[in-house]
């Protein structure tokens, strides 16, 4: 009977342990730079959007170093929310959007004179969303003739 109660007790710290790993979970996310002849790395805390970069440099007579930029302008702490890293598909951008999953806001991050930088958080406003113009229809579909789009 005794060992039933054990077995109890391990299948509870189990579960609990795995309804606990969420708030253990690592508080940093990382994404390459887009670029595809560029080897960096960009890391972001997922609380304070603090961002930085590291990157591998060729030094002569050995196999390479770690080449690591700290935050500059713009890419310290933020107020603290819900933060991530996003990388364009653009094949030549250096650098990454930094996203406030809980306000919506973004800033672009990149290394530049040996530290990572960021554009201010920023939004639309509402007002300039409600003053955008409406986007453009997008093409009707002829019933019964697939994907081809009806010509007005």
Known sequence: MRLVGSARYLSMALVLGALASPVLAAPYDFVPAPQNDLNRIYRIDRVTGEVTSCQYGLQEGTIGVTLCFSGGEGAGAQTPGEYGLVASRHEREGGVFRVN???GEMSICYV???RVVCTPQTSPSPTAAASA???AATPSVRPGTGA????P
Do not use: G, I, K, V
Not at 148 to 151: A, E, I, L, N, T
């Open 148 to 151: 081809s789009p009806q010509r």
């Open 133 to 135: 113009p409406a986007p």
């Open 101 to 103: 999953y809980r306000t």
């Open 112 to 114: 530049f004179d040996e």
